[in-house]
């Protein structure tokens, strides 16, 4: 078991009592600062890490910015995160079972299984996002051929691209109000016999039930508040690390549904993180870039913010566009044009392809060590009790 | 004869006959619903061209190739939308009609019944659950025992139905070939997946199987979650062995050796999704809040999984099924830890169980009868329990003096099983709790009726169980016994030796002899006592209650035993002296015989009426 800072066997609380008045005299004060830090280092050192991995995944170009890679990141952070915050958690085991922090540490608790389905749902999006690469191989397999461009691949590539954009939209459908509901869309309409048997099929492929909502699950997953400085003397510090890790798994959450197509996407979240905490500031920066992302035009009906899936609406449409424009017999900058475009659509999908099986792996992971995470908890606070 | 060239042409036109963007009959109507011979020529002509295809090379005439390939494009979409619209015409869900009544499922079928009253009668317990609701106990075995109304055939190994006339899948496996031959396996795949899928999803429906997230589950009553995991049971094993099997087959039989591993994807494309939603479910329970009454719907729920496993690896055995095998695994495992660790918290549960308002009449108290009951039912499970405790009970040191906790001292108990080793833990565990308890009788004589009625108990509920008295052991068993034998000695001591008092023989004498030498106060002081005494305890120990007859009468008759004989000797020798006082009927207001009847009142629960015993003297 860790000892004491100073070697005394009770906590000492001269410590807590300068650091009780400088925030008291001073609002604005770093966490970090010496004057200032608490008693158990441990919780010291989960700040500095969570400052330090934020601000690695906030310092990217925006081209990488909730792509797979970022998506990727992530997730290692949530995982190292969580890993040290579980050791803290059992290295202050005497502490769990007394309140104020039975109460927070099983409020925590609590909150991470609404994250467990947010991991199914997750899952689920990561599928479907599935089915679209799907659709660009077709769309590859029909383009990038040797021979010439004849008439009966760009057909072809023009069938697996409907099929796409309906899929894609049959998504955002699901998301977005009525009035996008009846976007006429080309030859959306001619097929559309063909669309609704489609539809149909498509909108089977959540796992959960109509009236799952990813947002009401944010929601209650952001459902806490920063300790109060009296929880803070009464836990020594152990509500700072609850706090810190309880605002990393809201965003870790949050970045996810809005990254993957899940049912009942909704990006409202806030993060009112106290400038007392350092770590707050990459948390909220990565939260505005988000938004800003989200606010884009482009981007302002998509299924799913990840980069990949732009990715695919562009050159899906781009190609679109020019398959539409080809007259027969094909021109040679024509030939051009597709071949380019084809190359930028291989990007994408060797990106999804070799990305998103790894990152089911890892979100399946997550789910994974909430659980022991949590059960190892319960059972030490249970066991405090006896 | 025609020329090949010819032949291509005439192929050529066919396949541009039936291109539905241009032709509305085309539209109108289904090559794979009109004659064999429609048919055969269609896919005569796509095999021509096809075979043109693979005949040309590039420096060959663009214009008849662009042609021929383009025709090729034509004759895909079309064999697509036949593709799709064969299987939608076959998308019906999974017959169950044929699967007849059920067999009743393994575990609970006639014990518990048995078990099923007493937990009927008895108080809520532990009252914590998903949503702290206070729930009987007859929940813990009422779920699945009782009327299983639909149940499918013991569905106890991989059963293949035929999910699609064979005909047609004859067809579908013409037009597959076709389709992989040119290229297109990757639309073939998707239009099989999607349908599949959809038809996989009409039989959950009609299974029964829901889509619930792990929220969902958290929110529910026990009750209504018991009776879900039950379903759930009989459902997942249809799905595994007759369901997705059923699936795999008829991908088989339609994709295999086409090439291409066609077979597996579709499966996959099919039954990935479905396959998933279905273990989340217990893969919910397997993480939902451990509290003891569940934990015998958790060991059915391992069972049935643990015995699905081999069926699980058979049907999803290619490398990308890989993640459904692994979940399947991980939530065996998960729901042994849970079991493991509701056994835990039972005992836990036992040691704080925190009722101080004594059970009045010192009669059996719910705890005991709901402990017994549970360890009852252990037993029953002792062959999934057995293999899932491999470690003891953590019984808290063995060597500290202190008396605020229970220990065990294991080597006391050699040679038995972790899982006998955590009855027994139990056992102790709960006597250390009703110690407890009897400490707040205000009278001690009741604490210890209290102590003998509920051990007492629970030596007839092992005894009454050849499984439990084989695990506990005739040791531990004589050893419970002494106990509640030596409580019955301390209430008798407590009680009576008192009363007894007032019969002695000395101090009433002033002489050594026998008549004169008696003092007619003191001997009128005893008989008062003695009948206030009594009449005292008469009182208050007829309400006291010993619920097991042989074992109140054996205290009648040991209170009858000491008093009897000693009140008739005290009344042959002093009567007289009182006879021959002022108003004897004071002082002996008892018979040997009203005695020996009121002793029968004794511990039976019942208020006596004390006008009605008086009697003649």
Redesign the interface.
């Known amino acids: 078991m860790r000892t004491d800072y100073h070697g005394s066997s009770s906590p000492n609380i001269t410590n807590f009592g300068r650091s009780i008045l400088s925030m008291k005299r001073d609002p604005v004060v770093h966490s970090i600062d010496h004057e200032t830090h608490y008693q158990d280092s441990e919780i010291e050192a989960l700040q500095r890490q969570v400052t330090r991995r934020f601000h690695e995944l906030s310092s990217v170009e925006s081209h990488e910015l909730l792509s797979v890679s970022w998506i990727s990141k992530l997730l290692d952070v949530f995982l190292c995160c969580q890993e040290e915050f579980k050791a803290i958690i059992f290295n202050n085991k005497s502490v769990l079972s007394k309140q104020p922090m039975e109460k927070l540490i099983s409020d925590y608790f609590e909150r991470s299984?609404?994250g467990?389905?947010v991991c199914?749902a997750i899952?689920?999006g990561l599928?479907q996002i599935r089915q679209w690469q799907?659709?660009l191989?077709?769309v590859l397999?029909a383009l990038d051929y040797?021979?010439?461009l004849?008439?009966?691949?760009i057909?072809?590539a023009k069938?697996?691209l409907t099929d796409l954009e309906i899929g894609m939209l049959d998504e955002k459908e699901s998301n977005t109000n009525l009035a996008h509901r009846n976007r006429s869309f080309g030859r959306y309409q001619k097929d559309s016999q063909?669309h609704n048997?489609?539809k149909?099929?498509?909108s089977?492929?959540?796992?959960?039930?109509r009236s799952?909502s990813a947002s009401k699950?944010l929601q209650a997953i952001g459902n806490f508040f920063p300790p109060k400085t009296n929880e803070i003397l009464a836990t020594n510090g152990l509500a700072v690390a609850v706090y810190t890790m309880s605002c990393v798994f809201l965003f870790v959450m949050w970045a996810l549904v809005a990254a993957i197509p899940c049912q009942d996407r909704g990006l409202q979240c806030h993060f009112n993180i106290p400038k007392s905490f350092i770590w707050g500031a990459p948390i909220h920066s990565l939260h505005e870039r988000i938004m800003d992302e989200a606010k884009k035009r482009e981007r302002r009906n998509t299924c799913g913010l990840l980069k990949e899936i732009h990715g695919i609406e562009k050159s899906a449409s781009f190609m679109i566009e020019l398959t539409d424009s080809i007259q027969f017999p094909i021109r040679e900058e024509k030939e051009e044009e597709v071949r380019k475009q084809v190359e930028e659509m291989k990007i994408v999908y060797e990106g999804l392809k070799t990305g998103l099986d790894p990152l089911?792996k890892q979100v399946?992971e997550a789910f994974?060590r909430i659980?022991k995470s949590?059960?190892e908890g319960?059972?030490l606070i249970?066991r405090g009790?006896? | 004869m025609e020329s090949p060239d010819n032949g291509l042409q005439k192929a050529q036109q066919i396949v541009l006959r039936w291109d539905s963007t241009v032709s509305e009959d085309a539209r109108a109507r289904m090559i794979f619903q009109s004659d064999r011979q429609e048919i055969d020529d269609y896919l005569q002509a796509v095999d021509e061209i096809q075979h043109f295809m693979e005949s040309i090379t590039?420096s060959d005439d663009?214009q008849k190739?662009?042609k021929v390939?383009?025709?090729?494009?034509?004759a895909?979409?079309r064999l697509e939308?036949e593709f799709?619209n064969i299987l939608?015409s076959h998308a019906a869900p999974i017959e169950t009609e044929s699967l007849t009544e059920s067999i009743s499922p393994i575990h609970m079928s006639s014990r518990a019944s048995s078990s099923l009253s007493e937990f009927n009668d008895s108080d809520d317990y532990f009252g914590r659950g998903e949503d702290d609701s206070v729930h009987t106990i007859g929940n813990l075995v009422r779920g699945e025992s009782s009327t299983t109304i639909t149940s499918y055939r013991s569905t106890s190994s991989i059963r293949e139905m035929d999910l699609i006339p064979s005909d047609s899948v004859h067809d579908l496996r013409c037009i597959a070939e076709r389709m992989i031959t040119a290229?297109?396996i990757?639309?073939c795949v998707?239009v099989y997946g999607?349908?599949r899928?959809?038809a996989v999803?009409s039989s959950f429906k009609k299974l029964g199987v829901?889509?619930?997230?792990?929220?969902?589950i958290?929110r529910l009553q026990w009750e209504v979650l018991n009776a879900k995991i039950g379903k759930w049971i009989r459902a997942a094993k249809v799905c595994v062995r007759v369901l997705f099997a059923s699936e795999k087959r008829l991908c088989n039989l339609i994709f295999e050796d086409l090439g291409t591993d066609a077979d597996d994807a579709c499966f996959m494309e099919t039954v990935?999704?479905p396959a998933?939603?279905l273990f989340?479910f217990a893969e919910a329970i397997s993480?939902s809040?451990?509290s003891p009454e569940k934990l015998f719907k958790i060991l059915d729920l391992h069972d049935a999984l643990l015995d699905l496993l081999p069926d699980i690896d058979a049907v999803f055995e290619s490398k990308s099924s890989e993640?459904i095998r692994v979940q399947a695994t991980?939530i065996v495992s998960?729901l042994a830890?849970a079991a493991r660790?509701m056994l835990s918290?039972f005992e836990?549960a036992v040691?704080?169980e925190p009722s101080k308002v004594p059970v009045p009449g010192g009669t059996i108290h719910p705890l005991t009868r709901y402990v017994m009951n549970y360890i009852s039912l252990i037993s029953d499970y002792k062959q999934t329990l057995g293999e899932l405790i491999v470690s003891g009970p953590t019984t808290g040191s063995r060597y500290s003096d202190d008396s605020t906790t229970p220990d065990m001292d294991v080597a006391d108990h050699e040679g038995r099983s972790p899982l006998a080793l955590h009855l027994i833990w139990i056992i102790i565990v709960l006597q250390f709790n009703l110690e407890d308890k009897s400490k707040h009788y205000k009278d001690n004589s009741l604490a210890y009726v209290f102590i003998m009625n509920n051990i007492h108990y629970i030596v007839q509920k092992i005894k009454g169980s050849p499984e439990l008295r084989e695990m506990i052991g005739d040791g531990y068993l004589k050893k419970l016994t002494g106990k509640y034998r030596q409580a019955a000695t301390k209430y008798q001591r407590a009680t009576w030796v008192g009363v007894l008092y007032c019969l002695r023989d000395e101090g009433l004498h002033m002489t050594g002899s026998f008549s004169s030498g008696v003092s007619k106060t003191a001997l009128r002081e005893r008989f008062k006592s003695f009948n206030a005494m009594f009449e005292e305890v008469h009182k208050m120990q007829a309400l006291w209650l010993i619920p097991d007859t042989q074992l109140r009468e054996e205290l009648q008759i040991s209170i009858s035993e000491r008093l009897i004989p000693a009140y008739r000797s005290f009344l042959g020798r002093f009567r007289t002296h009182i006879e021959h006082g002022r108003h004897p009927e004071n002082y002996i207001k008892y018979s040997v015989e009203d005695l020996e009847t009121a002793v029968l009142d004794f511990f039976e629960g019942n208020a006596v009426n004390q006008h009605s015993r008086r009697r003649s003297n």
């Open positions: 299984v609404k467990l389905d199914n899952r689920d599928e799907k659709q191989e077709i397999c040797q021979k010439p004849g008439e009966g691949q057909r072809r069938k697996a063909r048997s489609l149909h099929f498509r089977l492929s959540w796992s959960v039930s799952w699950q089911e399946r994974h659980v949590r059960t319960l059972d249970a009790n006896e | 590039v663009d190739s662009q390939n383009s025709a090729i494009q034509i895909m979409a939308d799709r939608i290229g297109y990757r639309e998707q999607s349908v899928k959809s999803d829901e889509k619930l997230s792990i929220g969902d958290q990935k999704a998933i939603q989340n993480i809040k451990r993640s991980e998960r830890e660790g918290e836990n040691l704080r």
